[in-house]
């Protein structure tokens, strides 16, 4: 089940059919992160821990990857109603 997941987050950043939050974009920032560091997380990583958001019930993934650079790191997302991926968080370790 995981595997076929993660290949569907994969795929989704592979065809650009992903957003991105506000949060996600200032932490990129923050920890000086390109929009390609935050591909390469979801396209080397696996999703090491699945979390129900409270308000709606609805699943988020955590996903470990690595940067560009070669530095581990967790992108936080979910599939939204419209079948994209959102991203709510990313985050070096």
Same mark, same amino acid.
């Given at each position: 089940m995981a595997q076929v997941l993660i290949g569907r987050l994969r795929q989704l950043i592979r065809t650009l059919e992903?957003? /991105? @939050?506000?949060?996600?974009? +200032? $932490?990129l920032e923050d920890d000086s992160l390109s929009i390609? +560091?935050? *591909? @390469?997380? /979801?396209?080397? =990583?696996?999703? /090491? *821990? &699945?979390? &129900?958001? &409270?308000?709606?019930? $609805?699943?988020?993934?955590v996903v470990e =990857?690595?940067?560009? +650079? =070669?530095k581990g790191a967790h992108a936080v997302a979910k599939i939204g109603a419209n079948g994209k991926l959102f991203v709510i968080t990313v985050y070096v370790l």
């Open positions: 992903y957003a /991105v @939050s506000t949060h996600a974009t +200032d $932490e390609l +560091d935050l *591909e @390469s997380i /979801v396209l080397t =990583g696996q999703i /090491v *821990e &699945r979390q &129900r958001e &409270r308000a709606n019930r $609805e699943l988020k993934y =990857g690595t940067t560009l +650079d =070669g």
